[in-house]
């Protein structure tokens, strides 16, 4: 009998994530290239803080353009650590 509480494996009976109300729906993440130097992820990192800062707070383009920045900043933080010396 218990089993048939979980079925679905969501557990505690919940509804997945995606279907839960007032919740969005799971977004799908960029994986477009990112340049290979310093120089043009600090250009592409501007270019898209204009972009999230011009774009609707919350707006498809405004998480869009936040989700690139986060890419980017990890980005850049590869590129410093790997400098000898690292620049952090």
């Known amino acids: 009998?218990?089993?048939d509480k979980h079925k679905g494996?969501?557990?505690h009976g919940s509804k997945?994530?995606?279907k839960r109300a007032g919740e969005p729906a799971a977004r799908a993440f960029d994986t477009t290239p990112l340049p290979g130097s310093r120089a043009e992820?600090?250009?592409l990192h501007a270019e898209t803080r204009r972009r999230r800062n011009a774009?609707?707070?919350n707006s498809p383009e405004h998480r869009a353009a936040v989700d690139l920045i986060g890419r980017i900043e990890v980005e850049i933080a590869r590129l410093?650590?790997?400098m000898d010396p690292p620049l952090v």
Do not use: C, I, Q, S
Request: net charge positive; aromatic share 0%; hydrophobic share 55%.
């Open 41 to 43: 992820l600090l250009a």
């Open 55 to 57: 774009a609707a707070h």
């Open 9 to 11: 494996g969501h557990g």
């Open 1 to 3: 009998m218990a089993k």
């Open 16 to 18: 997945p994530a995606a």
């Open 80 to 82: 410093e650590r790997a």
